[in-house]
């Protein structure tokens, strides 16, 4: 676009002629650019808006687009109704239950009375609990015993048990165990004593509870 002033200073008039170049629309060059066009046919603008206008002025892009569009709106008209059928056929669905559902009860503290030794960490992955010695110690959740036995990792008499889904739970240093391999408990089940077994500075029970192998802070999945 040019734009020519000419002004008549004897008449007081001024007129203004504008020229515009209109664009044609581009059928010959290819519809995605190199940079080297777009930059070469349009001055101004970010690269992303050069292309855009580019698609915007070739025939056959905007061909494609229209059509596109199209297809997109007539498949979608199609779908609607079939969904909503779906939809209000199940919701009138209605299950009964022959017997009443309950509750699983959540996990519990393996200590009645305790307090917190040494915490969770990279190094410690476990809580130790100062307690008395011979004080009961409770599986967190209910399970299946798979181990009960004195170990020489530092642990001492150690019972594991499997509460399923891949959680475990260890109470180690006990002074006493009073379940055995494959023994079924619950959380009022008493599993052991608090002791000083294995490496042990004084009575505490040391817990771990794993996830799939995976290592958890205690205090994140016990109960408050």
Not at 66 to 83: D, M, Q, T
Not at 126 to 146: L, Q, T, W
Not at 156 to 183: C, F, M, P, W
Not at 210 to 223: D, E, H, I
């Amino acid at each position: 676009m040019r734009k020519v002033n000419l002004e008549l200073p004897k008449f007081r008039l001024e007129l203004n002629f504008r020229f515009v170049k209109r664009r044609k629309p581009l059928i010959d060059e290819p519809i995605i650019p190199s940079v080297k066009t777009v930059n070469r046919k349009y001055r101004r603008g970010t690269l992303l808006g050069k292309i855009a206008r580019h698609l915007g002025d070739h025939k056959i892009a905007r061909k494609i687009f229209a059509g596109n569009l199209a297809a997109l709106f007539i498949a979608a008209s199609l779908f609607p109704a079939a969904n909503t059928d779906a939809f209000a056929q199940t919701e009138e669905i209605v299950i009964e239950a022959e017997t009443p559902l309950s509750t699983q009860k959540g996990t519990q503290f393996p200590l009645e009375n305790y307090r917190v030794n040494q915490g969770y960490n990279f190094f410690h992955p476990g809580i130790d609990f100062g307690a008395e010695i011979n004080d009961p110690v409770k599986p967190v959740k209910g399970g299946s015993v798979i181990e009960a036995n004195f170990t020489r990792d530092g642990y001492g008499n150690t019972v594991v048990v499997d509460h399923g889904k891949g959680l475990t739970s260890r109470y180690a240093h006990l002074s006493e165990i009073e379940v055995g391999v494959g023994e079924a408990v619950t959380t009022t089940t008493e599993i052991g004593k608090v002791g000083l077994t294995g490496r042990s500075t004084g009575p505490h029970l040391h817990l771990e509870i794993r996830q799939n192998g995976f290592a958890l802070n205690p205090l994140s999945v016990l109960t408050k």
